[in-house]
């Protein structure tokens, strides 16, 4: 197989990389970052449109007719107060601006560099089928996939590849959580806190009571349940008994039904804080995704497309740079972080390394994680699979400076090029195996086993 596309173009990739980091654009901002990415597709002969789900900076870039359809998926949103200079130190280059600190400028990049090398391939070929870049925006706020996905893009799509910069090189066994966000609004009376507060009625009293209750929640919901929360207004002045009080909460669980069981739950602690306190509240789904649907027969031909075109080679001085970074972390930490993405099988290819120089075994065996993501909807409606690949030393965890450095250098576009190659000798081996394809269709069939999707999206409750 030829990867001519990929070699031939390794600076503008990278380049495209370093444009999205310099732009380091919120959830539903990437303007420019949209931009730089429909500019590469509409140059290497994609037919182009946007504003799919209602959402501005999002792709759609189409090549090719017929069956089947390959589709790879890219985001590019940052994160806030993560600005920081390609060094081994806290140096942020904006104080207080957004920074890529999970790597999706090199995301979007190699997910759209894998579909441009797999349309050039097929035009080689002569194979038939259709392959689509999907530009999916502000994955960290509102998870726009969910958005994209209520309006069905995705449903006329064979097979969804896509990418993650991470700690190491590997296909993604892991079922990543499924998640609620919620937010709660609680509403009282305001009152004089020395002079009258009889006359008041807390609303902050209120929240703070659920938020205990949840806390005593914690004891007794699955080991697979986790709960974290923030107040996001509590009053303005301590001499004014608060008549409004907010707060925002997500749930994460094995499951879908898991996390809507623990939510109805939480429900009763809101309810119960609002009649001790004589308040009233109401609440919002921010937004909430699945548990990912893991295909074994795609995590084994991501993994085949992995060991083909790696291991990375890293430098002396990629290794000293971060090796200073993992010095700040201690060994538990490290290796807690490391079974956050591998399962203990993959554990022992990681430990006392600095940079991942190999690729983790595949194991055939899925297990749970702790984080959640979009693309995880996406995997209930079509057979998804995601590949990672080490931009950021062992250990160290994402949404950090550290990965908002390694993003712009070249520890993480070493990690982007080896993506990119995978994804794309995955989708070709797609394209050119009908019976690969058709397995991978049969098991994701008995996997989903006349399961209907329905994306939870945002939606205000009445006044309780």
């Not at 998926?73 to 957004?98: I, M, N």
Request: charged share 20%.
């Amino acid at each position: 197989m030829r990867l001519d596309w990929i070699q031939q173009n390794e600076n503008t990739i990278i380049e495209t990389s370093k444009k999205i980091w310099g732009y380091a654009e919120l959830g539903r901002q990437e303007y420019k970052s949209s931009a730089c990415l429909q500019e590469l597709m509409r140059e290497n002969g994609f037919d182009v449109t946007t504003g799919l789900g209602g959402l501005e900076t999002s792709i759609r870039a189409v090549w090719g007719s017929g069956k089947p359809v390959i589709g790879f998926l890219g985001e590019f949103d940052a994160l806030p107060e993560l600005s920081q200079k390609t060094v081994a130190h806290r140096s942020p280059l904006v104080e207080g601006r957004p920074g890529h600190g999970c790597g999706h400028n090199l995301l979007g990049t190699s997910a759209a560099a894998a579909a441009i090398a797999l349309r050039y391939e097929m035009e080689e070929q002569k194979l038939p089928g259709t392959v689509i870049f999907w530009g999916c925006p502000d994955e960290e706020g509102t998870m726009g996939k969910i958005y994209m996905a209520k309006e069905g893009v995705f449903s006329n799509l064979d097979v969804a590849v896509t990418t993650h910069p991470g700690i190491a090189n590997y296909a993604n066994e892991g079922i990543q959580s499924s998640l609620y966000t919620l937010d709660f609004q609680f509403y009282g009376k305001a009152s004089h806190a020395a002079a009258a507060p009889h006359e008041g009625r807390s609303a902050l009293d209120a929240l703070e009571l659920m938020n205990i209750s949840i806390n005593y929640l914690r004891e007794h919901v699955s080991k697979n349940v986790s709960m974290h929360y923030i107040i996001t207004n509590g009053g303005q002045k301590p001499n004014v008994v608060p008549a409004f009080a907010s707060s925002r909460l997500s749930i994460r669980g094995a499951t879908i039904q898991q996390v809507q069981e623990v939510y109805e739950r939480i429900l009763n602690c809101a309810r119960g804080a609002a009649l001790m306190t004589d308040t009233e509240f109401e609440h919002q789904i921010v937004w909430a995704c699945y548990s990912f649907n893991i295909n074994e027969t795609l995590c084994k031909t991501a993994y085949e497309a992995l060991e083909e075109c790696g291991p990375v080679q890293w430098t002396d001085k990629e290794l000293a740079f971060a090796a200073k970074m993992q010095g700040r972390y201690d060994t538990d930490t490290i290796n807690d972080s490391i079974l956050n993405y591998v399962s203990y099988e993959g554990m022992p290819y990681l430990q006392n390394e600095v940079l991942h120089t190999g690729i983790v075994p595949y194991v055939g065996r899925s297990f749970y994680t702790r984080g959640s993501s979009d693309v995880s909807d996406v995997s209930w409606i079509v057979p998804t699979v995601e590949i990672v690949t080490a931009c950021r030393p062992v250990g160290v965890a994402a949404h950090t400076w550290e990965q908002t450095s390694c993003a712009g250098m070249s520890i993480g576009q070493k990690g982007m090029l080896l993506a990119a190659r995978s994804m794309y000798k995955t989708g070709l081996r797609l394209m050119k195996d009908e019976q690969l394809l058709e397995k991978v269709r049969e098991e994701f069939e008995e996997s989903v086993d006349g399961f209907e999707y329905r994306p939870v999206i945002s939606e205000k409750k009445k006044r309780q």
